[in-house]
């Protein structure tokens, strides 16, 4: 498991801001790879992207075969400008940008429901193909139980029916989340 420092944070942070600015300024990026040996690591994440803090962009990986410096740089640009459910980050809003970093720990299974804390746990369903996740965030952030975290993912997130995840595969990961507003 991946343990950062608060160095490695703000490194990670710097660099997910400055991918999205060169992207948006058609900057060349520097090309700098970072020292820290922890950024070199492989790890899950997932890069949130606000304005004005609401949320414009949400993309990342459980597992990945780049290391984190360079999966959290690819994250950070695809949220800003891939993610489907939003519009592309402007020039006009760079002003208001804030960003968060949610560095996923291992997945377990879990067989109740007894076991999901959303207040702690991300949680991600499988059934039939389909799959869903939440992070721990979001559950903060809407106030949900965790049958109404289970409920949503299923049919939010997987494209399945709102009781789908009754018998779907269900497990729980931790995440290290982490912003700079």
């Not at 990026?29 to 949400?58: D, I, M, N, W």
């Not at 960003?99 to 059934?127: D, F, Q, R, T, W």
């Amino acid at each position: 498991m991946i343990k950062l420092q608060k160095q490695d944070k703000k490194k990670l942070l710097m660099l997910a801001r400055s991918s999205i600015e060169d992207k948006l300024l058609n900057r060349k990026t520097s090309g700098l790879v970072p020292v820290q040996e922890t950024l070199h690591q492989h790890a899950g994440v997932f890069v949130s992207v606000y304005v004005a803090k609401s949320l414009r962009g949400c993309l990342g990986h459980f597992e990945t075969a780049k290391p984190l410096w360079k999966e959290t740089s690819e994250l950070a640009v695809s949220a800003a400008f891939r993610d489907y459910r939003f519009p592309a980050i402007s020039k006009n809003e760079l002003n208001d940008l804030s960003i968060e970093i949610s560095i996923i720990y291992p997945m377990v299974p879990i067989l109740s429901i007894a076991e999901y804390n959303p207040k702690i746990h991300g949680i991600y369903l499988e059934k039939d193909g389909n799959s869903g996740t939440f992070l721990p965030q979001v559950a903060q952030k809407t106030g949900w139980d965790s049958t109404e975290m289970l409920r949503h993912c299923a049919h939010d997130k997987a494209g399945l029916s709102w009781d789908a995840w009754k018998n779907a595969n269900l497990f729980i990961y931790e995440t290290d989340v982490f912003s700079d507003n």
